[in-house]
C-alpha cells in the first residue's frame, strides 16, 4: 500500500471543492440545467440564464482584474436593479463580501457601516454615489463602481474617481470564476435597523444563506414554474434571500421592480402573468385600496407571502376574498437567521389567524422564560431558534453574540406563544410592549382590534410617556379614503371589545404612517412625533 504523504496533498481542498454550496454555484447549476429558460427581466431588458451567468463572470472577472478578493468588505447602495443582482453573485463568485445599505439611512449611520465593517469598496448607483462619497471621506476606500450606467460620458464631473460597471465589465472573459471558497465563509453582513442603538453587522456565511434558501422553497412550496415580482428592496433580506436567491436557485422567472408602486405591481401582475408575489403587510394594504385593482386581470397570482410585519385579521379575509385564486403564506424570522423562522401554510391562514405559524425545515424553535427555561404551551416567552440558517454572530461584536447566543440558542428578541399543536403566535417585540400602569400591553392586540372598525386604513399602537400611567396607550390612525372616524368611536368600539386598561388612552389621526423601504412602519418615528400628545389634553 502506497503511503506516501503526497498522494493526500491537497485532498482535502479537492474534497471541499467537489462538495460546496456557495451562493455562486447555485447560479452555475441552473444554467447548466436551463440555459434557455427565462430568469430575469428589468425595464427593457430580458435575460436567459445562460445570458445572466455570462454577465456575472464577467462581472466577477472584471472585479479580480481591478484587485478585488477574497475577504473584502464591499458595500452596495442602489434601488433594485439588474446590476444589482449581477453585483450580488460576482461579489459571492470571487469570495468578497457584500455589505447591502439601506438607502433611506442617514449620512452618519452610513458613515458608521463604512468605518465599522473596514468596507475597502462601494458600488453604488448614480443618486447615492455622492452620499457614499462623503460618507467614506478619509477612509481608505479601493474599489469605487457605478451600477446602471449605460454610457460612461454621462458620469457626474464630481464623480471623478469612479468607474463605470459596465466599462469593466466590457469584453471580459465569460468562463467560470472558481475562486477558492468554502460554504462557512462570509457572503454577505447585514447591517440591523439599529432602532436603539448603532446597527450591527450580522454575519451570513454561504451555508446560513443557502440552507434558509432549501426551507423557503420548501415550506413556501416554490417551484421552477413560478413567475415572481421582485419589489420589495433587495437590499433586505427579505426580499433578497426568501425570494431573489431561492427563485435563482430553482430556475424561477422573476420581472425586477425599482419599486413597490401599487399601481407597477398591478400592471406588471397582468403583462406577465405573475404567479407569486410578496408584500408587507402595509404594501397589500395598498394594493387592495388602489383604484386598479379590481381593474387588472390577477387571476395568475397563486402564491401569495407576507411577512416583515404582522397582517392585521381584517385584511387578510378581504384579501382571500378578493384574490380567490391566490393561497397566502406568513413567513416570520429576522435578519439574523437569514431571515425565515417559521411559516403559516395556506390552510391555517384562517383556522390560524393572526399566527406566525410553525418552525421551518431547518429550524428548531422553542420558548423560553427570563432564565432561559422552556415554558409550557400556552405561556408568553421569548423566540429562541437553532439552525443552519443562524449568522456566524454580529461582525467584530464577541458580546452582543454571546448575548444573543447564550445557552446554545440565538435569542430572537420577540416575544411569543405556542400552542398545543406547536403553532407560534408573536405576542410583541419586547420594546413594543407597551408598560401601562404597571401592565403590560401588546401593542399588536390593540392594533387587531381597531382593524375590525369600519373606515380604518391603517393603524399602528404605540406608548407614549404619561406621568401617571407610564406609558398611555395611544392609537394613530389612517382612516380609509371617503370615510370618517372621530376619537370617541375607536375608544367606544375598543372598550366593547378590549379590557379596561388596553383602551387607547389617547387616539390620532394622521394621513400616512411613516414606513422604512420594507414596509414596515417606524414606531419609534411616531413615538417622537406624538411624545408630547399628552401634554395637549
Known amino acids: 500500500m502506497n503511503t506516501d504523504s503526497n498522494v493526500f496533498d491537497g ?3 479537492l474534497l471541499e471543492r467537489a462538495r460546496r454550496n456557495t451562493l455562486g454555484d447555485l447560479l452555475a447549476r441552473t444554467r447548466d440545467r ?11 431588458k430580458r435575460l436567459n440564464y445562460e445570458e445572466l451567468d455570462d454577465l456575472v463572470n464577467q462581472t466577477a472577472q472584471a472585479f479580480q482584474n481591478q484587485g478585488m478578493k477574497k475577504g473584502d468588505m464591499i458595500t452596495v447602495m442602489s434601488k433594485n436593479s439588474l446590476d444589482f443582482v449581477l453585483v450580488n453573485f460576482a461579489l459571492a463568485r470571487i469570495g468578497a463580501v457584500m455589505i447591502p445599505i439601506n438607502y433611506m439611512l442617514t449620512h452618519d449611520v452610513v458613515a458608521f457601516i ?22 467614506s471621506n478619509g477612509m481608505d476606500i479601493r474599489f469605487r463602481y457605478l451600477m446602471d450606467i449605460e454610457e460612461s460620458d454621462i458620469l457626474d464631473g464630481r464623480l471623478e474617481e469612479w468607474i463605470a460597471l459596465r466599462d469593466i465589465r466590457m469584453d471580459q472573459p465569460t468562463n467560470f470564476v472558481d475562486a477558492d471558497l468554502s460554504d462557512d465563509d462570509l457572503a454577505h453582513v447585514l447591517y440591523t435597523s439599529g432602532t436603539e442603538s448603532r446597527p450591527k453587522g450580522v454575519m451570513l456565511t454561504h451555508k446560513s444563506i443557502v440552507s434558509e434558501y432549501v426551507s423557503c422553497i420548501v415550506d413556501g412550496n416554490m417551484a421552477e414554474g413560478d413567475v415572481l415580482i421582485h419589489a420589495l428592496p433587495m437590499y433586505h433580506s427579505a426580499q433578497l434571500h426568501c425570494f431573489l436567491g431561492p427563485s435563482i436557485y430553482l430556475g424561477s422567472s422573476g420581472i425586477i421592480l425599482d419599486g413597490a408602486s401599487p ?5 406588471t401582475i397582468e403583462k406577465e402573468g405573475a404567479t407569486q408575489l410578496f408584500c408587507p403587510p402595509t404594501v397589500w394594504i395598498a394594493l387592495l385600496r388602489h383604484p386598479e385593482f379590481d381593474m387588472r386581470d ?3 397570482l397563486e402564491k401569495c407571502y407576507y411577512g416583515a410585519a404582522i397582517m392585521p385579521m381584517e385584511i387578510l379575509k378581504e384579501l382571500s376574498v378578493r384574490l380567490p385564486n391566490a393561497r397566502f403564506w406568513n413567513f416570520y424570522g429576522q435578519t439574523e437567521v437569514a431571515p425565515l423562522a417559521t411559516a403559516l401554510q395556506p390552510k391555517d391562514q384562517l383556522s390560524k389567524l393572526g399566527s406566525a405559524g410553525k418552525p421551518t425545515l431547518n429550524m428548531q424553535t422553542k420558548i423560553v422564560d427570563e432564565n432561559d427555561q422552556e415554558v409550557p404551551c400556552g405561556e408568553i416567552g421569548e423566540i429562541v431558534h437553532r439552525t443552519p440558517h443562524a449568522m456566524k454572530g454580529y461582525l467584530f461584536d464577541p458580546e452582543k453574540t454571546a448575548e444573543a447566543f447564550r445557552g446554545g440558542w440565538f435569542h430572537s428578541g420577540d416575544l411569543g406563544v405556542m400552542d398545543e399543536e406547536g403553532y407560534i403566535t408573536i405576542v410583541d417585540r419586547k420594546k413594543d410592549m407597551i408598560n401601562t400602569g ?12 381597531i382593524y375590525q372598525l369600519e373606515g380604518v386604513s391603517e393603524v399602528a399602537v404605540i406608548g407614549i410617556p ?16 371617503g370615510t370618517s ?8 368600539f375598543c372598550r366593547d371589545t378590549l379590557s379596561k386598561f388596553k383602551v387607547p388612552k389617547y387616539v390620532a389621526f394622521a394621513d400616512s404612517l411613516p414606513k422604512n423601504p420594507s414596509g414596515k412602519v417606524l414606531k419609534r418615528e411616531l413615538r417622537d412625533e406624538y411624545e408630547g400628545l399628552g401634554e395637549e389634553e
Request: hydrophobic share 45%; aromatic share 6%.
Open 263 to 267: 399601481e407597477v405591481i398591478l400592471r
Open 114 to 135: 463604512l468605518g465599522h465593517a473596514g468596507a475597502c469598496g462601494l458600488i453604488a448607483s448614480g443618486e447615492y454615489a455622492q452620499v457614499l462619497d462623503q460618507a
Open 485 to 492: 372616524l372621530m376619537e370617541e368611536d375607536v375608544v367606544e
Open 466 to 481: 404619561d406621568k401617571y400611567w407610564i406609558e398611555a396607550v395611544t392609537a394613530i390612525i389612517v382612516v380609509k379614503e
Open 34 to 44: 436551463m440555459p434557455d429558460k427565462f430568469a430575469l427581466a428589468y425595464r427593457d
Open 438 to 449: 404597571g401592565v403590560n400591553v401588546s401593542s399588536r392586540e390593540v392594533e387587531e382590534t
Open 298 to 300: 390577477l387571476s395568475t
Open 11 to 13: 485532498l482535502d481542498r
